[in-house]
């Protein structure tokens, strides 16, 4: 019994209906899956909007809608009457640009040598390095905090250079990553050595190849680790708060715990000025997110 052409296609076109059906019903099960982690991980952001908006009522009542809107909690919190807020929004503006430009240039130095220079133990104090990875940034405070002391950043001595020296207190710990420094030397690695042999051969020095070949192919990757880096210095807390700073001195995400005062809690203020604190970051990654999607792809790529 021999089988004619058209049966041929017809079971073709039955197996790719069945295929289809089987993919978008995959599909269909995935965007629901994915939807509803994307609820239960939005609805904090969102409750902490609606609750920053609300006059008055129970804020730890789980709810969809606020109960009213006024805008009474943002004002509290950006005239300044409770905490210094234009100062610390100032505060973390030059922790945030110091700490990003320390952190970026340290990192590609760093990842240089450790890509495309040959010497003994090369790869052992590259792998070396990376096990840091493993420990929390707690297990450094002790370090960190007894390193501060002993550098001098927390003496008075002046109003300008006690301004100075508590920034530097709050940035220096941060300015050594080891993220950065793996993402940027994978960068590195995708660079042809073909270019760096011919720079040397026309008699470059290794600060000029650096400069003229290897960051400016690797600038995207750059730009997704300074983005990582803003994130993380605006986020910063922990660290801010167990330093003997100036009150003035504290950055915005430290700050705002002052909105929660010994014997009474403005709740709502609190959430208000959570809010603005992320604003910032949302705007960052949103305008930056083509640049910050192409850097990892490279770095991991690399």
Same mark, same amino acid.
């Given at each position: ?27 269909? %099960? ?80 760093? %990842? ?55 920034? %530097? ?29 011919? %720079? ?103």
């Amino acid at each position: 019994m021999t089988t004619s052409p058209s049966d041929f296609a017809q079971t073709a076109a039955q197996l790719k209906a069945q295929r289809k059906r089987r993919n978008r019903l995959h599909n269909i %099960a995935a965007y629901s899956v994915l939807t509803v982690i994307a609820l239960v991980m939005l609805y904090p952001f969102y409750w902490t909007l609606i609750t920053s908006l609300e006059p008055t009522g129970n804020i730890y009542q789980a709810k969809l809608a606020p109960s009213g809107v006024s805008l009474k909690n943002y004002s509290a919190v950006l005239s300044g009457t409770t905490v210094p807020f234009w100062r610390m929004v100032l505060n973390s503006v030059v922790i945030c640009t110091v700490g990003v430009l320390g952190s970026v240039t340290f990192a590609a130095l760093a %990842a240089y040598p450790l890509a495309k220079m040959r010497f003994p133990g090369r790869d052992l104090i590259f792998y070396a390095i990376l096990a840091l990875v493993v420990l929390p940034n707690e297990s450094g405070l002790i370090v960190n905090y007894i390193t501060t002391i002993k550098l001098g950043l927390l003496e008075q001595r002046g109003p300008v250079w006690d301004t100075i020296t508590q920034y %530097a207190a709050i940035v220096l710990p941060s300015i050594a990553s080891i993220v950065g420094l793996f993402l940027i030397r994978q960068a590195y690695l995708g660079v042809p050595l073909e270019l760096i042999e011919a %720079a040397r051969i026309d008699g470059a020095k290794e600060l000029t190849i650096w400069r003229r070949i290897m960051l400016p192919l690797s600038m995207p990757t750059i730009a997704a680790f300074a983005i990582l880096e803003f994130v993380a210095l605006w986020n910063s807390f922990l660290w801010a708060r167990i330093l003997p700073l100036d009150p003035q001195m504290l950055p915005l995400s430290a700050g705002l715990l002052e909105l929660s005062g010994t014997f009474a809690t403005n709740s709502r203020a609190t959430m208000a000025g959570a809010v603005l604190v992320i604003i910032p970051i949302l705007i960052v990654f949103a305008s930056l997110q083509r640049y910050f999607m192409k850097g990892i792809e490279g770095a991991v790529k690399g």
